[in-house]
């Protein structure tokens, strides 16, 4: 199969490699230098709470932008126009949820990680145990997604061919990344998700203008000129192209918009930023930046899939390799040539880089904090840099299982490992913070069955799905065992999910009323969270 690089005429995959170099070495440089000031489990972990709300919001957007978000939206709108956009609404309202529900009541709460918020009110060892299981998995299964993505993406765009060639992509990703996590702990990998921010907007919205300014700043005329380049034009602009094929694919978009929404305010390494900032006033900041720079974000990607849509036309994107990542970088090299081809292809490289840095630091928090620290070794440890040691020792094995897991996954569909994360994220974790910070009957059994029993159905359910098998795009095509319908388990999970907690919760004899409204105090005052 030819690469997206040899396709493109005039790329020049030297000139991109230097790039990716460059911005590689610029944000190492600037990780070391943060890793001077971090000595403590709370500099390892939340950056000594140092970050304003602004830097804090940048690096959310920084963290929760991934390459799907940069290439895979871009690429929908530019194939199959409005059902394309659908995915960037259900992205961006999820934060409606995070900042009215989550954000300030999970920093006045917690610690550094969701199990110090579920723990403070219930018993410590069980709960900490579930918690740091359901942080594990969904950060595991958004890992692969990225590694498997990154071996694909940059050997389209670096002109890489083969197994060999995608595998050493990946571990030089997996490198870089332990190189971040285990120097610079969240302040380093802080600066890296605000870097990469500046980069993406700033690469998005150049483009954007440029697109505009082919059509006299006039969308519509944009618009017009989609439609008359797309075999179907008719579609371009009107829902149906994706999702109004048949009510079946209508379910299955509302179950996957509703595990998007509320996955989001589930999702451990976006919850673990929350904790970077002083008070719970710059949390809300924080927030209000980060849907900011993302809703800008997602109308930049209108324009790039619809200017991708008329300038270099969705049959040409949909057979180049890659499918519809390749219309961002294709866009690039039609408006800007190989130099801004090569820009492009390193905002990718960066993207990938910051959203496995934020995982990988998320995932060895869990693990050393709520783990070791308090299910082995209950609280007591001799010395308070032995937390921090462990949390290193956690970040270099998550990485080079991330790599393994890349290397074998990079031919799987990154999409059905996505939909997974945010499905686990949805179903098991956001049921169980919400029942702790606003049910005062809510105990340690309910806590136990929401999370598990969230986790269990949701990756039965997706196991048993037609992401899995029983279609041409599924991950294993040669077998059928698919029962459950949809592609993603969203619709079915969460709602068990919260029943399954409110069932372990009157069943159980467990009564914490008394701790909870010292949690209720403190969530909406922030009395006693700066001590935390």
């Known amino acids: 199969m030819t690469t997206l690089a040899q396709s493109i005429e005039g790329n020049n995959p030297l000139l991109n490699i230097g790039i990716f170099a460059l911005f590689v070495i610029v944000t190492l440089v600037v990780v070391f230098r943060a890793s001077r000031n971090t000595k403590t489990a709370s500099d390892y972990y939340a950056a000594g709470r140092s970050f304003s709300g602004p830097q804090n919001g940048t690096a959310i957007a920084g963290d929760y932008l991934s390459a799907a978000s940069f290439l895979g939206i ?19 309202v999820a934060w409606l949820v995070a900042l009215l529900l ?5 920093r006045n709460t917690g610690k550094f990680t969701m199990g110090d918020v579920l723990a403070f009110r219930m018993r410590q060892r069980p709960v900490r145990a579930a918690a740091a299981t359901s942080t594990m998995a969904v950060s595991f299964f958004y890992l692969l997604a990225q590694m498997a993505g990154a071996g694909a993406l940059v050997s389209l765009l670096l002109g890489i061919e083969g197994d ?23 302040k380093g990998t802080t600066w890296v998700q605000i870097i990469k921010a500046a980069l993406l907007i700033a690469g998005t919205f150049a483009m954007t203008v440029w697109v505009l300014g082919r059509y006299g700043l006039n969308f519509s005329e944009l618009l017009g000129a989609a439609v008359e380049r797309s075999p179907d034009g008719d579609s371009m602009p009107n829902p149906g192209a994706k999702y109004g094929v048949s009510e079946a694919s209508k379910i299955d978009f509302l179950s996957l918009g509703i595990a998007l929404v509320l996955g989001t305010a589930g999702l451990p390494h976006v919850l673990m930023r929350f904790y970077t900032v002083p008070t719970a006033k710059e949390a809300r900041r924080s ?33 180049a390799p890659g499918g519809e990542n390749s219309a961002a970088p294709l866009l690039a090299e039609a408006l800007g040539g190989p130099l801004l081809l090569g820009f492009i292809a390193a905002v990718a490289f960066a993207t990938i880089l910051a959203v496995v840095a934020g995982l990988t630091i998320t995932a060895s928090a869990s693990f050393a904090h709520d783990v070791y620290v308090n ?23 998550i990485g080079v299982v991330a790599i393994i897991g890349g290397i074998l996954a990079k031919d799987q569909n990154v999409a059905f490992l996505v939909a997974l994360a945010f499905a686990v994220a949805a179903s098991a974790n956001l049921p169980t913070i919400l029942y702790s910070l606003f049910w005062k009957r809510f ?28 279609t041409e795009k599924s991950m294993i095509t040669s077998v059928d065992f698919h029962w459950f319908p949809l592609q993603n388990p969203g619709l079915v999970s969460i ?38």
């Open 495 to 532: 709602p068990v999910s919260f029943f399954l907690g409110w069932l372990g919760t009157v069943l159980s004899k467990e009564h914490l009323e008394d701790k909870h409204k010292e949690m209720e105090v403190r969530s909406l005052t922030g009395a006693g969270a700066e001590k935390a």
């Open 375 to 397: 299910v082995i070794k209950r609280g007591k440890i001799d010395n308070k840099n032995t937390e921090v040691k462990v949390a290193r020792i956690t970040a270099c094995v």
């Open 164 to 186: 060999f060639g995608q595998a050493v992509v990946i571990c030089v990703v997996g490198v870089v990344m332990i190189l971040y996590v285990l120097v610079g702990g969240m």
């Open 287 to 319: 927030v209000v930046w980060a849907i900011a720079l993302i809703g800008l974000f997602y109308l930049f990607t209108l324009v790039l899939g619809y200017g991708a849509a008329a300038i270099v036309g969705s049959d040409t994107i949909s057979k």
């Open 74 to 92: 871009a690429g929908a709108i530019a194939v199959y126009g409005y059902d394309g956009f659908l995915y960037s609404i259900g992205f961006l």
């Open 102 to 106: 989550v954000a300030e009541l999970l």
């Open 443 to 470: 105990n340690t059994s309910g806590a136990l069955w929401s999370i598990y029993g969230g986790l269990a159905v949701t990756l039965v359910l997706i196991v048993f799905s037609p992401a899995v098998s029983g």
